[in-house]
Nanobody, 125 residues
């Protein structure tokens, strides 16, 4: 049984930082492309970042480029999202996801096979 468990969300002021973690079990973590998505109330789930199996060539949404960093430690079966210079518009539930159909579909949430339960990030102004 595959499990993805996010942690690290919380309340932070504008300009602050948070680091999200996603612990994966039940599958060989290093074999899968991983991604982060977020969903704000009343909005569609949107792509945030993705990373290849070996941890190279990360990709980011334009809205977070230069502020967020996706990384992974395969030996720990864990995915991370370092979020700096947070803005109120970053407020959302953040989800980690695993195994898109292929790297070319990394930005499309419907293409991912496995999801975590989400962690709330709230940025106050």
């Amino acid at each position: 049984q595959v499990q993805l468990v996010e942690s690290g969300g919380g309340l932070v002021q504008t300009g602050g930082s948070l680091r999200l973690s996603c612990a994966v079990s039940g599958r060989p973590f290093s074999a899968y492309v991983m991604g982060w998505f977020r969903q704000a109330p009343g909005k569609e789930r949107e792509f945030v970042a993705a990373i290849t199996r070996a941890g190279g060539t990360p990709d980011y949404a334009d809205s977070v480029k230069g502020r967020f960093t996706i990384s992974r430690v395969n030996a720990k079966n864990t995915l991370y999202l370092q979020m700096n210079s947070l803005k109120p518009e970053d407020t959302a539930v953040y989800y980690c996801a695993m195994d898109p159909t292929n790297w070319g579909s990394r930005m499309y949430h419907a293409e991912y096979s496995y999801w975590g339960q989400g962690t709330q990030v709230t940025v106050s102004s």
